[in-house]
């Protein structure tokens, strides 16, 4: 005669998991390895049988069942945060080179703003410091432009990290 451990019924020597609970014999989850005190076992309780299983009948269902691997070369579904990863790549793409492309085509229209930023407006500039200063402006706006693309790329790896487990 053995104790189950989970639901205190006891079972026979030739059972391997309860009767009560289908917990397995020697499973010491809800002990913790502790062992457990005998209760008092009612005198007048029937005695109860495990049914046979007949061929067609599925045996009960584990509480976690172990996912079968996943093949590498077949992949199942699609894959999680990928359209959020390819926006963020796109815009990571085209928002610097639109930048960029206004930095080139708007340079006469821009270049005098960025001098009266960085220098008084009636100080004699050379050219070299006033190229400068608008380069400066252009790498600044050009990192700065890379942040929302970076950003939702990010946001989709992270996605696709929180689906996984």
């Not at 989850?29 to 309780?45: H, K």
């Not at 410091?129 to 970076?150: D, E, I, M, Q, R």
Request: hydrophobic fraction near 45%.
């Amino acid at each position: 005669m053995w104790i189950c451990s989970r639901c205190q019924t006891a079972n026979k020597d030739g059972h391997t998991q309860c009767v009560e609970c289908s917990a397995p014999r020697n499973a010491r989850r809800f002990g913790a390895g502790t062992p457990v005190s005998a209760p008092m076992v009612q005198a007048a309780a029937p005695e109860r049988r495990m049914q046979p299983q007949t061929p067609g009948d599925a045996p009960p269902p584990l509480r976690r069942q172990p996912q079968p691997p996943v093949d590498q070369g077949i992949r199942a579904g699609r894959v999680p945060g990928g359209f959020v990863r390819l926006a963020g790549l796109l815009l990571s793409l085209l928002l610097p080179l639109t930048v960029l492309l206004l930095a080139v085509i708007r340079f006469e229209a821009v270049q005098p703003v960025i001098t009266s930023i960085f220098f008084k407006p009636d100080a004699a500039v050379p050219p070299f410091f006033s190229y400068l200063a608008y380069g400066v402006s252009t790498l600044a706006a050009f990192l700065l432009s890379l942040a929302p693309g970076l950003s939702l790329w990010a946001l989709g790896r992270l996605t696709g990290g929180l689906r996984k487990r």
